[in-house]
């Protein structure tokens, strides 16, 4: 008898202390743990939007939505250091080379610039009017040389043969001249040519463009000789100043129509880019081309501009606010940086974006 009793008065002992337990629990809530969220019912809201009651538990409540609401750390959005940020279609001054011969010839007709490199070692080519020379500036393993090619007068522009192998025009002159740039400046040869070019440029293997702005002006196709082998059509230019080759296509700046034209190798005409007048090209336009993209720099507009190879307008790449004063010679490298020599001052190095 005494072992029921027990039994019962354990079941009734059990059964009142749960239903204590339950009143207490709604009398005092648990207080959230670290890892749980407190149950709360939806607050109403005021028209503004605005709680009417903040929340108990304020605190933990940030403290659990920290990791939903946390924006993306500085870091994650940062390029590899040793790649600079800069803003799309900026463009950043990152040097002005001013301890090579030639850099600072005052010249009034295009100072050209030409970079390769060759061997892992960087190679500057610049023109020089005053001395009428080629000159070269290598840079390896952070040290400098120079090396200088003398000439009967100085070299119009450069293009580029074979890797190590670069044609100039010679200003005034008849003339092609062919040199190796690599270990130094050293002279392959000289062809004779019909016309005085301005500028020219690697067409195909074994030919050249060339366009001319002195006598009847003019684009012609040359071989490696010197022969003409064909003449584009004289309607669509004025003054051929310069010309350049991009997949085939000549490229040329035309002085007096202030204009951008390019023609496919058998001198069909492709498109021409004469801007709005807000916009239009003012001084003599040395024209580039490389990466899909085309840079000409009005020199008495004190720009570069950039085109894409089909002819529409991207943007100015330079301007007078990026200390840019009559731009002449132009080279643009595989990693987007930009060689400006400026009439009567060094050559100017950006980064573009």
């Known amino acids: 008898m005494s072992g029921r009793r027990t039994s019962s008065r354990l079941k009734a002992l059990t059964r009142s202390s749960l239903k204590s337990t339950e009143k207490s629990t709604e009398k005092f809530p648990a207080k959230p743990t670290p890892y749980s969220r407190p149950r709360r019912k939806c607050e109403s809201k ?3 939007g605005k709680a009417n009651k903040k929340p108990t538990d304020t605190k933990h409540q940030k403290t659990s939505n920290s990791t939903e609401r946390k924006p993306p750390s500085k870091k994650s959005r940062d390029k590899p250091p ?3 940020i ?9 040097e002005i080379i001013e301890n090579t011969p030639g850099c600072r010839s005052g010249s009034k007709i295009t100072m050209d610039v030409l970079v390769m490199t060759l061997e892992g070692a960087t190679v500057i080519l610049t023109s ?10 290598y840079r390896e393993a952070g040290e400098e040389r120079t090396s200088t090619l003398p ?23 008849f003339k092609i001249v062919f040199f190796k740039v690599f270990p130094d400046l050293d002279l392959q040869r000289t062809i004779d040519t019909k016309t005085r070019y301005s500028s020219i440029a690697f ?15 003019g684009v012609d196709v ?36 202030h204009a951008i034209t390019c023609f496919n190798e058998m001198g069909n005409l492709l498109f021409k880019f004469k801007p709005r007048v807000d916009k239009k090209f003012i001084g003599l336009l040395t024209v580039r081309a490389h990466g899909g993209y085309i840079y000409a720099s009005d020199r008495e507009g004190h720009r ?9 307008f991207v943007r100015d790449v330079l301007t007078r606010d990026d200390g840019i004063e009559e731009p002449q010679g132009i080279c643009i490298t595989d990693d987007n940086i930009l060689y400006v020599s400026v009439l009567k001052s060094y050559i100017r190095v950006y980064r573009i974006g």
């Open 46 to 48: 005021d028209p503004k």
């Open 222 to 257: 040359i071989d490696m000789t010197g022969n003409i082998l064909r003449t584009f059509d004289r309607s669509h230019l004025n003054e051929p100043y310069s010309v350049c080759t991009y997949n085939g296509n000549c490229i040329v700046g035309d002085l007096k129509h």
């Open 151 to 173: 000439m009967k007068q100085f070299a119009t522009n450069f293009t580029i043969i074979e890797d190590n192998l670069v044609a100039a025009g010679v200003w005034c002159h």
């Open 304 to 312: 570069v501009v950039q085109l894409t190879v089909d002819g529409k």
């Open 82 to 84: 040793n790649q600079p």
């Open 86 to 94: 800069i803003a799309p279609g900026r463009s950043e001054l990152v």
């Open 203 to 217: 067409l195909s293997p074994g030919t050249l463009v060339g366009s001319h702005v002195l006598g009847n002006c």
């Open 128 to 137: 020089d009017q005053e001395n009428k020379s080629v000159n070269a500036l």
